[in-house]
């Protein structure tokens, strides 16, 4: 009997439990009506693109995105070829509504990737670790501004 009580309880605790990841498939409540960039350009159509994608709102906004990207390399070999590289993606971001400044920010990724011989496929492996870094900075600025509408 004991046994049977435990096991509906924890069935019913399991039923009711409901979890979500955060920022999946989120659209926000707000939108941007302009988005300024600066920098690197291939990093501002990415942020620009992911940021008018996941928004739909009310709430109008402006933005200014000022990049900067440096990669560099961290170890070589003994004969003087990069090992280990570095790559930093830098955002400077400033959020206006209704022509007052609400938020200035900063935003900094940086990821460390070995070396590959190829060098079309390191462009490429490079490539990818940039839209993700970009992602991952437009879903920080995402969460800024929701959390601004709290």
Known sequence: MIKSFKFLVI??????????????NKNYNFKFVEISTEGDKQINNLIKGFLTSNTDGDK???VHLKTKKKREVVTSDTKGDPEIYKL??????????DGKQIVEDQISKQITYNSIKDKFELSQYENNIIKNLSKNISNDVLFAIETLNQ
Request: hydrophobic letters at 45%; aromatic letters at 14%; one cysteine or more.
């Open 60 to 62: 109008n906004y402006k």
């Open 11 to 24: 069935i019913l605790m399991l039923q009711s439990c409901a979890y979500q990841p955060v920022h999946l």
């Open 88 to 97: 930093e993606i830098a955002l400077d971001y400033q959020v206006f509504k």
